[in-house]
């Protein structure tokens, strides 16, 4: 019944209130529960239960400056125990319900603080130091799969070396300087810029090049065999004369013994236009090749070797002495041979795919 101005509000104890819930929650009407209790204003019910599902019994209670009821000990404390156990059962389920709303953007952090890439740049910066600093995205891909077993995709490469500042060191322009060799012996070029073979000693290119040190020239012949791209033999002398290039053919014919139908190319330098060299090779069955005058590109294999040579094992140290430079080139040939894989060998390196060949 609505209270009239003036009129003071009657009051109920703690246990009623909780008793009128227990029989709304039964199912009994509140018309009937008011009989039975003695409650004036059936409103009251509405309220009780209303706070009863917010706050559960601590809504029942009257908090209202400090009752008559509350002061005993004992059930001042079980109301404080009974408040705290609501409040805490309240920020429990708050921060559920938080954390489940904002887990996505917490994982969406996570995974933006992570570097993805962190364990192949690892890769990728070991091996690119560990070979000097020298190569590019394309070697150091081989490099991967050779010495780790990962294969990564070479615009990967590239991506993360990008990111890391890595380059590979750029070789020099070639220059070539053409020496005459009008009125002595020149061969056709039987090669045609067709570097490919299908087997061992099929076909072989060599050549000589120069290293300065100062003002002392040394010189490198070498022979290549166009099947594995291997060196197949190599003589350093201090002199460029018929015997550097004749001493490299008899270190190759002592490990290559059957040599019938051999195609041998080279420039037309005056080693490879003299009497001996033309007597030499048709002896073991070799035929001779040459490339036309001027033309460096009908040796292009040879010329890219000795151009990877300098850039890799030579232009990047300061060489004060001879013999320190032929050591470092004798360890760069093995390590070519044996060691640095090739796209075009099936990323093997050129002794791998020899032995692949001959099983």
């Known amino acids: 019944m609505p209270v009239r101005k003036g009129q003071k509000l009657q009051t109920y104890s703690f246990e009623l209130k909780k008793k009128a819930i227990e029989m709304r ?24 239960m209303r706070r ?13 400056g400090k009752r008559k009821e509350y002061v005993d000990q004992d059930r001042y404390v079980k109301r404080l125990e009974l408040e705290n156990a609501v409040l805490k059962k309240w920020l429990e389920i708050t921060k559920q319900e938080v954390y489940q709303r904002n887990i996505v953007f917490y994982a969406y952090l996570v995974r ?9 740049k690892q890769l990728i910066y070991d091996t690119y130091y560990c070979y000097k600093g020298i190569y590019g995205y394309r070697q150091i891909q081989l490099f991967l799969l050779q010495d780790y077993g990962v294969w990564m995709n070479h615009k990967r490469v590239y991506s993360l070396m990008k990111q890391l500042g890595l380059r590979a060191r ?63 033999a190599y003589e350093m002398s201090l002199r460029n004369d018929n015997q550097l290039v004749l001493n490299t053919f008899t270190k190759a014919f002592e490990t290559r013994k059957d040599v019938t139908g051999l195609i041998v190319h ?28 001027g033309n460096c590109y009908d040796n292009a294999s040879m010329e890219s070797f000795f151009s990877h040579l300098k850039t890799e094992a030579l232009y990047p140290y300061d060489i004060r002495f001879v013999e320190e430079a032929q050591s470092r080139i004798a360890n760069y040939i093995y390590f070519y041979n044996h060691h640095r894989p090739q796209q075009k060998l099936n990323k093997q390196t050129p002794v791998q795919y020899r032995h692949q060949l001959i099983q």
Request: contains cysteine; proline residues 1%; aromatic residues 10%.
């Open 25 to 48: 929650l039964q199912g009994i009407t509140k018309k009937k529960i008011a009989e039975v209790l003695g409650i004036t204003d059936i409103d009251r019910l509405k309220i009780w």
């Open 52 to 64: 009863y599902n917010q706050l559960g019994e601590y809504g029942l209670m009257d908090t209202r």
């Open 112 to 120: 933006k603080r992570m570097d993805q890439d962190a364990f192949s």
């Open 170 to 232: 750029i070789r020099r322009k070639y220059r070539h300087i053409h020496h005459s060799t009008i009125g002595l012996r020149v061969a056709e070029n039987l090669v045609g810029r067709d570097f490919n073979a299908d087997r061992p000693n099929q076909k072989w290119v060599t050549d000589v090049t120069q290293y300065r040190i100062s003002d002392t020239k040394f010189y490198l012949s070498a022979i290549k065999d166009l099947c594995q791209n291997e060196i197949v």
């Open 266 to 293: 080279s420039d037309q330098g005056f080693q490879y236009t003299s009497r001996d060299y033309h007597d030499m090779l048709p002896q073991v069955g070799a035929q001779i090749s040459m490339s036309r005058r």
